[in-house]
């Protein structure tokens, strides 16, 4: 069972900065990918960034790209998403998430395992 808690969600205003932040616990998968899907009211859940757990490898989505930044601390199973110039369409709970394989595309389709969410709020 993998276990995956996420902090650092809040109210910010447009241009702000945020850094969220995702611990696991439980079972870990060293050759897999981890990261983060958000959800906006009235939206389908996106894929937001991922990483490779050894660090290596990271993937993007177009509207975040440039703005984003997603790092994985190995030592203490955790994984970071700096979020910066945030703009209010970036409103949206952010899921934290893990799929076992080594595959971004495998990860952008759908993980095996989901935190419960953070939620991020950008004022205009």
């Known amino acids: 069972q993998v276990q995956l808690r996420e902090s650092g969600g809040g109210l910010v205003q447009a241009g702000d900065s945020l850094r969220l932040s995702c611990t696991t616990s439980?079972?870990?998968?060293?050759?897999?990918?981890m990261g983060w899907h958000r959800q906006a009211p009235g939206r389908e859940r996106e894929f937001v960034a991922a990483?490779?757990?050894?660090?290596?490898?990271?993937d993007y989505a177009d509207s975040v790209k440039g703005r984003f930044t997603i790092s994985a601390d190995n030592a203490d199973n955790t994984v970071y998403l700096q979020m910066s110039r945030l703009k209010p369409e970036d409103t949206a709970i952010y899921y934290c998430?893990?799929?076992?394989?080594?595959?971004?595309?495998?990860?952008?389709?759908?993980?095996?395992?989901w935190g419960s969410g953070t939620q991020v709020t950008v004022s205009s």
């Open positions: 990483v490779s757990w050894s660090g290596r490898s990271t």
């Open positions: 439980g079972r870990t998968f060293s050759n897999g990918v």
């Open positions: 998430a893990v799929h076992r394989m080594a595959s971004h595309a495998l990860f952008r389709l759908g993980p095996d395992y």
